[in-house]
């Protein structure tokens, strides 16, 4: 038996024995951003398919629960520079500023379409689509709230993507479900040219040659141990794109959500606060009037988490631990809470046994969306440096979505607009790929030799790290597994690059990681299956999380100021002259390299970087 | 804490069998939920297979059949479940490995009923610059079966699709029907009731109402299909 199964696994990098196909275009993931690129590629002529490691409905934007940022102006007067000037100062004028008037300008016309794909949101008493107030949004650039987020009750991100993957049945797109991408693949002349995947049901690996690959792979939270990520989310077409040699930018922005459920870390949407919700400490004050006097609750998240900490910190926390503090909504009407909150009702029945109607729920911040990624323009090509450091287009690669860093978000993401980033984006991306394909003829691009060496390495050495016997499963065993350096990671990233870091926490999270990468080297695994191996997948993906935490703790530790949500105790202010740019991370060397802001949009005036105050 | 747990591999099983699995009482805290305490079996014999990804019961991936009722694990508290708990993979859809079902069949039946919004002639160009107008009495018909999450609960606990699965929608794909058939925005109700006016497709549902008793969601897939069922009455009368 043990013979054949080793016969079987060595299939796996066998290129010989992988399944070929052709396609113009790949798009990797099967979220809000892919399913949106894939729908707008679908009524072209081009051959496209997408490859998603879950079936597309399980992507991690059904979990979306606010809304989509757009100014419909449907409830309150609104227009979309004031989202821009929002969102720019948002970003803590890190975000690109082209890129933002883009997205701004798009917004109003994408949630419309949407709209008309079936997306079923909450209506007005006019029948419009309902819009909520969310933090960090204003009307006439900071003077007085605005109502700007688009909302299907508390399920937004799930009405989105199930209304995405009916449009693409209806348009016929192909689908690989449950197929996890393992690397991209150059031919010899250093070209992209397509993707190796590993079909998770059946064990076997597939080649797929493909003239363009957009990656369109989300987040990657499980870095941290409190998250409000799916399992899922552990940055894989980021690490690709570093295993190809390529960049990633701004890795030490990682958002904490201001409202996890505290010590578990699910979500508690922003609506929550944009319906009356209001935080207090443990001596009951609604304490947010103290960091944002204007705004208070719905301030910015990267303010709002920081003071929930600092509360904390200073012993103002809730509980017998002291700490947490409570998210109130008991004043609200009960009405308002069933009918625009239930999804976040009902986390806090099943997780905690509580009634938001009646009883305040405990958080704390949790780990929640990645603001860096893979470099690209508004375009959502995927950028490069040449080596005078100008930033160049890679051909045939695309990012979008959360993997992507456009950079929209730049050191702190406005709630809201990350579901208007895929969606935009992705569309974006689908247009500028459609032009470049119908240049080409396909066929130009199947010819030249491929360069398989690094991947059928890595396929082999997790074919091969295998116990030779298989221990009994009810002795548990000292040997290290996937599970307890995945655990350890976590950990260890929580505590040293959490919401505050310093230069002493970072230095020891490098030497940290350093170990943990040589245990990864050494562990080796039990299941020797070919059917969907669990085991093997997660072996690779904390591979790809392992990358991610190298440029996370290298990019914060040289950036030594504090800006959005990059805290750092010892440098706690935003140093715009020796700051304002962007880091690119590489993961030969660690080398770390810099590029400006765009602070020139497309037809307005630039906003020059200012004091942020909510 | 006893687990006893449905185990087969395809590659070195010749077939299923029961395998064992223990927790000390101390691992199990009271809001432990079985999710939890099924990775921490991972840990034990990380061979152990089923799916799950987001945690918190609005994926859909991890449907389990758990002392004979389908579940989510991620929102099922281990200490509401009676020990030793039984848990095998949804019962009438192919096994891949131990509790991973093969889910095609539903999926394709959930494809079958047409679920897209069709506000529009097939050739007619959408108006972006206005959305479609529904009134909040509209939208709240949709309440109760946009919900969704195609865990495949449901239909993997109804009679009637275990026989015939290739035939007859089942629960979830009529209450995606029924979320199309009722939505003001979409002009092809008459073509949508025509098309499951079928003694299969909707008419094998015999009101056996395991589907409600088992959703994750709180739905009621059992109220849809008869909704279904009285629309197209009315339909004939017309």
Known sequence: ?614 | MQFSIYRYQPQTDAEPFMQTFELDEAQVTDDMMLLGALELLREQDPTLTFRSSCKEGVCGSDGMNVNGQNVLSCITRVRTLKAPVVIRPMPGLPVIRDLVIDMDLFYQQYEAVDPYLQPTQPNQTIDLDHELLQSPEERERLDGSYECILCGCCATSCPSFWWNPDQFHGPAALLAARRFVVDSRDITTRDRLEKLDDVYKTFRCRNIQNCTASCPKGLNPSQAINELKSLMLKKQVD
Request: aromatic content about 8%; proline content about 4%.
């Open chain 1, 1 to 614: 038996m043990t013979t054949q199964t080793d016969n079987e696994s060595s299939r796996l990098s066998d290129p010989g024995q992988w399944d070929l196909y052709h396609f113009d275009a790949v798009i990797v993931g099967a979220g809000g951003a892919g399913l949106r690129s894939a729908l707008q590629l679908a009524q072209s002529e081009q051959k496209v398919a997408v490859v998603s490691k879950v079936f597309p409905t399980r992507s991690h934007t059904v979990a979306a629960q606010g809304g989509i940022n757009a100014a419909l102006g449907n409830v309150s007067d609104d227009n979309w520079h004031w989202h821009m000037y929002d969102t720019v100062k948002g970003s803590d004028y890190l975000g690109d500023q082209d890129a933002i008037e883009f997205m701004c300008r798009e917004a109003t016309e994408i949630v419309r379409e949407l709209e008309h794909f079936g997306v079923p949101f909450s209506r007005t008493d006019a029948g419009k689509i309902y819009q909520r107030p969310f933090g960090g949004q204003s009307q006439d650039f900071g003077a007085s709230q605005a109502t700007r987020t688009c909302a299907a009750a508390d399920r937004t991100g799930h009405a989105i993507l199930h209304t995405l993957y009916q449009q693409n049945l209806r348009a016929g797109t192909t689908f690989f479900n449950e197929a996890f991408a393992i690397d991209l693949v150059k031919d010899t002349t250093g070209q992209i040219a397509g993707l190796v995947i590993l079909d998770i049901a059946s064990g076997e690996t597939r080649l797929l040659r493909a003239r363009s690959v957009v990656l369109a792979t989300g987040g990657a939270c499980q870095l941290f141990e409190t998250n409000t990520n799916a399992k899922i989310n552990t940055g894989d077409g980021l690490s690709m794109v570093l295993r190809a040699g390529l960049p990633l930018q701004d890795m030490e922005f990682w958002q904490f959500h201001p409202t996890g459920v505290a010590g578990k870390g699910m979500l508690l949407s922003e609506a929550a606060r944009g319906e009356g919700g209001l935080l207090r400490n443990g001596d009951g004050k609604a304490f947010m009037v103290d960091y944002a006097p204007n705004v208070k609750d719905l301030a910015s998240r990267d303010v709002v988490a920081r003071a929930i900490a600092v509360e904390v910190k200073e012993g103002r926390g809730c509980g017998l631990k002291k700490d947490h503090v409570l998210l109130d909504l008991t004043h609200l009407d009960e009405e308002v809470i069933k009918k625009r909150l239930p999804g976040i009702r009902d986390i806090a029945l099943t997780f905690l046994g509580l009634d938001m109607c009646d009883s305040p729920i405990p958080v704390y911040p949790t780990a929640h969306y990645m603001m860096g990624g893979i470099p690209t323009n508004f375009h959502g090509q995927v950028l490069t440096q040449t080596a005078a450091g100008e930033p160049t287009p890679v051909d045939g690669l695309y990012a979008i979505g959360e993997c992507a860093c456009v950079s929209v978000h730049g050191a702190n993401r406005l709630g809201g607009n990350s579901l208007l980033d895929i969606v935009v984006f992705g569309r974006a991306a689908a247009r500028h790929l459609q032009a470049t394909l119908a240049e080409h003829k396909a066929s130009d691009f199947f010819d030249p030799e491929l360069e398989l060496t690094p991947v059928v390495q890595r396929l082999a050495h997790w074919t091969q790290a295998v116990q030779a016997e298989k221990p009994d499963a009810n002795e548990p065993s000292d040997d290290d597994s996937i599970a307890a350096i995945r655990r350890d990671l976590q950990a260890v990233m929580q505590r040293d690059c959490g919401v505050f870091r310093t230069e002493q926490t970072l230095s020891e999270l490098c030497d940290t990681l350093n170990n943990l990468q040589q245990r990864l080297h050494r562990v080796t695994l039990q299941d020797a299956g070919l059917a969907f191996n669990l085991e093997r997948l997660e072996a690779m993906e904390l591979e790809n999380l392992m990358t991610l935490a190298f440029a996370t703790a290298h990019s914060a530790r040289a950036r030594t100021e504090s800006r959005g949500a990059h805290s750092r105790m010892d440098y706690p202010e935003r140093n715009d002259q020796a700051w304002l740019k962007h880091s690119l991370y590489f993961r030969q060397d660690h080398a770390l390299t810099y590029k400006p802001v765009n602070l020139t949009p497309l037809t307005v005036d630039g906003f020059e970087p200012k004091a942020r105050v909510y």
